[in-house]
């Protein structure tokens, strides 16, 4: 929960890091990206290292450096030391994550037992990126934005104390070591592909980005063929070449795509359409995970009786109704705010069912000797399909909010006033500021509307995508024997 909840718990800290530090603005794109990068990064090579030196002693070893690192962000006195302690913490992030996943394959032989340690596992992960924001904000009511990395100590050190009574060691039989060339691959593969993706998705076409992009692509070619022809890979690609190996992976990279759009919409709608502060809307935001929480139980049993493809391809398909139901979100009649609710509950339901039966899936199919890998392999898709969600589905919602918002601008707004409002909503609502009390009145209108627009079509977008993955969730993943 940890891990996961420091992707987010930065979101309202950044007007105190700001404040304390003075970031440049790419300065403060890298304090919040760099953890998430170097997480997705290293995961599947961490998981390989947990495989051949043990899990147990990869998750200490790991928990010393997130407590570390977490002191080193909190007293940072410049923006470089924070970046840098950030990326320290995405390091020893990605040990723990895929060393619990592994510690879960060997400590519950049984299915049944399994899955349900599965669930809760991702019914926990998932509660980490909500209540983030929330604790964030909670914290900085009292304390410094330092305070975010801090709360993370006490944790790490209680599970410095439980784990050796608790976890027994686990490790693969086979002794070989890591090889250095793939680590280096992944993250040469990893690193320009979700920095490439973002960067080229905000800011439209630029020659930088595009190069990297390019050149991760190509690691990533030069690390499949690596895989393919040592002795001892960081994953058996041909495992994932197997239709439900394989389909799983892709299934839950998908799963991850689209939750982020249903994030990204529902936080801007919020704030800057229903006006809510950030901390008011976190709190909004929880609602929808106390139906998470039940969901993920739910799914594992479904699963025992009617096999995971039909439950997967139910939580997609529950998770495009949800997206329906966003699509009907007004600003006038029936309370939008109920609307929005009750469509972010029914995705993240759907979506977090699919992600633990795909864990559970593939980590209980996988061997022994490997679970610590493939664990990572899981991860690591997690962490990609956020990113390129986030990136690609809010290109979507940028592009149509500025084609509708556009037209509707009045004509006696300055230039600037015009670049700013017809790029986002919050940048209406800036512009909005200096400007009359009438002509504001107006822009805030007619960018609510925009918005909304934007806000119907990224989540058909969204729920059409889902219904296709449906159709091919049970085609791939179909086995006469899948329980």
């Not at 998705?201 to 990297?212: H, K, N, R």
């Not at 002509?439 to 059409?464: D, P």
Request: with cysteine; aromatic share 6%; hydrophobic share 55%.
């Amino acid at each position: 929960m940890v891990v996961s909840m420091d992707v987010s718990v930065l979101f309202f800290a950044a007007p105190s890091i700001a404040a304390d530090l003075h970031p440049t603005a790419t300065e403060q794109l890298w304090i919040f990206d760099i953890y998430g990068f170097i997480l997705a990064g290293l995961l599947l090579t961490m998981g390989a290292v947990g495989d051949r030196i043990g899990r147990r002693r990869l998750l200490m070893i790991g928990s010393v450096g997130f407590a570390l690192s977490s002191l080193f962000a909190a007293y940072a006195q410049t923006s470089q030391t924070l970046i840098l302690a950030r990326g320290i913490l995405g390091i020893a992030g990605s040990t723990l994550m895929p060393s619990t996943l592994a510690l879960i394959r060997t400590m519950f032989q049984d299915p049944v037992q399994r899955t349900k340690a599965m669930s809760i596992w991702s019914a926990v992960m998932a509660g980490g990126v909500t209540i983030g924001p929330i604790i964030g904000g909670l914290l900085l009511d009292s304390f410094s934005w330092g305070s975010v990395f801090l709360i993370n100590i006490p944790a790490m050190a209680l599970l410095l104390v439980i784990s050796p009574f608790l976890l027994p060691e686990s490790r693969s039989t086979v002794r070989s070591g890591v090889d250095a060339f793939s680590s280096i691959l992944t993250l040469a593969t990893i690193l320009p592909i979700t920095y490439g993706v973002k960067t080229l998705s905000e800011d439209g076409w630029a020659l930088i980005p595009t190069v990297l992009l390019v050149a991760g692509l190509l690691a990533g070619a030069v690390f499949v063929r690596r895989q393919l022809t040592i002795k001892n890979p960081l994953i058996d690609i041909r495992t994932l070449m197997e239709r439900r190996t394989g389909g799983s992976i892709l299934v839950n990279f998908i799963a991850t795509f689209t939750l982020m759009a249903s994030a990204l919409v529902n936080t801007q709608f919020l704030q800057s359409v229903l006006g809510y502060s950030a901390f008011v809307a976190s709190l909004w935001s929880v609602l929808p995970s106390i139906v998470v929480g039940a969901a993920a139980p739910i799914a594992a049993r479904l699963s025992q009786t009617y096999g995971r493809p039909r439950i997967m391809a139910g939580g997609f398909t529950l998770s495009a109704i949800g997206f329906g139901v966003l699509t009907q979100v007004r600003l006038e009649g029936f309370s939008p705010l109920v609307v929005m609710l009750v469509g972010a509950g029914l995705v993240a339901a759907g979506i977090v069912s699919v992600m633990t039966l795909v864990t559970d899936y593939v980590v209980g199919v996988a061997p022994a000797d490997s679970a610590g890998a493939v664990g990572g392999l899981i991860e690591t898709s997690s962490e990609l399909g956020g990113a390129f969600g986030i990136a690609l589905l809010g290109c979507v919602l940028a592009a149509v909010y500025h084609h509708a918002v556009s037209p509707l601008l009045p004509l006696e707004l300055a230039p600037e006033a015009v670049r700013a409002a017809g790029q986002t909503i919050a940048g209406a609502s800036a512009a909005a500021q200096h400007l009359s009390t009438e002509t504001a009145s107006q822009v805030i209108k007619v960018s609510r509307e925009a918005f909304i627009t934007a806000m119907h079509v990224t989540c058909l977008v969204s729920g059409v995508i889902l219904l296709l993955t449906t159709a091919a969730t049970v085609v791939m993943l179909h086995d006469k024997k899948s329980h």
